[in-house]
DNA sequence: GGTTGCATGTAAATGGTTACATGATTGT
DNA sequence: ACAATCATGTAACCATTTACATGCAACC
């Protein structure tokens, strides 16, 4: 499965300029198990309008420059039905996260620190915007089943790292007033 | 962070070949957050060796092949803590999985509900063989927190696909019995 | 007799990232 | 004045996958 068969997905939902798919992919429903940039969205569309699997209608703007916008094809809707009727291999997980912890005795401390620190926050604002926005919005099953998939994981993943941050050396920074009575660092 | 890097990771805990290597990142403490294969890895070997980073002895065997055992230098050392030293980029997670679910409406039943039961044994056996490597043997306060972490996100993943799979349309397929008083399919 | 495991590698193709190139508008 | 958002794209580079190529030993 690639950027292609990606663009087709996203325009099988609604239509969209490369800019506007871009983002549902790093932060819209996608982004929980896709990533995407320009640098491979474009092209993309390039070669599937050529395929005859989208179409694509300028739309002049005022002030702005014309917007690309880009609609599924029936033959782009047989493309995505032919590649969902393939199983799935594997997920692919690749976590520089995770081998920093394996190797965390040979890490500097603050590193640590400072991954756990910001890995944390991260995951809490992330499920903070994922349950706004299973509220907010209808979906669809499959949107729904997803979006509770990573919830699920962001979840068992923040409740690991906070109960087992010590373990590494990543302690948290001592509170504010152990510093005033405490030693300095 | 690239196949260089892991196999400096891999060889700075114990000399090793390219075929073991190989071993422990498809099977072995890795597996639930990096992949490589042959094409990979053994040109990357021969890199390192190249800037010094790791050398190679030719360890003669009866009855098969040379062996090339790896280990790493003190170059490799540095370079390994030097990777270490900066912050962990976000993970990249792509799932063909979650994409085929998310369409899940445009997937025929059949490839659904066989992703789902083939998905669900594979989170089963991982686990089992996770908890009894987690016995087993002893391991670096790294390795426990990474193998706890994968564990926790396997548990996680198929209790979540266990109680939400009917959601999609891809419900178990008949208990045995039910055939035998029930209609046919 | 066939499959799995040990053992090493290369070449071509795929697929994606990064950096560059451009430019107006809106908000701080 | 500066940053962010909207908006499109290309070219060079990088890393990895896939397929190929070889061969013996052990097990079923």
Not at 32 to 57: D, M, N, Q, V, W
Not at 137 to 163: N, Q, R
Request: glycine share 8%; hydrophobic share 40%.
């Amino acid at each position: 499965m690639n950027v292609e068969i990606l663009c087709l997905g996203i325009l099988s939902r609604s239509d969209a300029t490369g800019y506007e798919i871009r983002k549902q992919v790093t932060e819209g429903p996608f982004s929980h198990f896709y990533k995407a940039g320009f640098g491979s969205i474009y092209p993309a569309l390039r070669k599937l309008s050529e395929r005859g699997l989208i179409r694509c209608t300028l739309q002049a703007q005022e002030k702005r420059p014309d917007k690309k916008v880009y609609a599924i094809a029936p033959a782009g809707r047989q493309a995505l039905a032919e590649a969902l009727r393939r199983p799935p291999g594997p997920d692919a997980v690749r976590s520089d996260f995770l081998f920093l912890s394996f190797f965390s005795h040979l890490a500097p401390a603050e590193i640590l620190r400072e991954a756990f620190d910001e890995r944390i926050a991260w995951l809490r604002a992330k499920i903070d915007t994922m349950r706004g926005h299973r509220e907010g919005c209808d979906m669809s099953p499959g949107e729904a089943f997803t979006l509770g998939y990573g919830l699920a994981v962001y979840e068992a993943i923040l409740a690991y790292l906070e109960s087992n941050r010590d373990d590494l050396g990543a302690p948290n920074p001592a509170p504010v007033d152990a510093r005033i009575s405490g030693a300095a660092e």
